[in-house]
């Protein structure tokens, strides 16, 4: 039995991964076309997602990583900074929001503040996973991948204390269901 196998029960495998980020990348697809997509990433969770997801976008895609994190305890304010900024301007862009999960929705709600005072031509949001039983804000999800209930998950990018983000599918850690 590996590591993570002995830590970790899996929830969504690989091939459940694979074909939610095929869906979303043939959806994605459809919508775009003629236009230059620019997603952007956001760190570190949503990596593993966002590298496949660009591999199933059939079209012109430039990529961008922004990094965020929540200041600690005001998980009810939806504080959130910025640790890691884009590298290019944003105006007149079509913006694709890629995260690994939407729980409160209070980071996705900052991010589209923020991003939008960058006058973008158009801002869509993608997520990989969405807890709807947490939501405290309602955010804008227009490509979702795979709805889950109130279950803390690690993997496919996803930490607990900066570990599991490296297991190839979607996971909770033992003891902990
Ligand atoms: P929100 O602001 O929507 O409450 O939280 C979004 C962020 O919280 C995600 O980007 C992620 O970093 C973290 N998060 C929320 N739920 C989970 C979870 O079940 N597992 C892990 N590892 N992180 C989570």
Redesign the pocket.
Known sequence: MSYAQSEVDVFIDVPKLNEAVARLGAQITRDYQGKEITVIA?MK??LPFAMDLLRNINGPVSLEVLGCS?YQGT?TT?E?RITYDVTKPLAGRHLLVV????????????LLENLQARHPASIKVCTL?E?PS???TK?QIDYKGLV?ED????GYG???DEK?RNLPYIGVIKGTD
């Open positions: 956001i969770g949503a929540s998980e939806g959130v995260e690994d999960i939407i729980d409160t929705g209070l980071t996705m709600k900052f996973l807890k947490r939501a405290k955010v889950i279950k803390f998950v690690v996803l930490d607990f599991y």
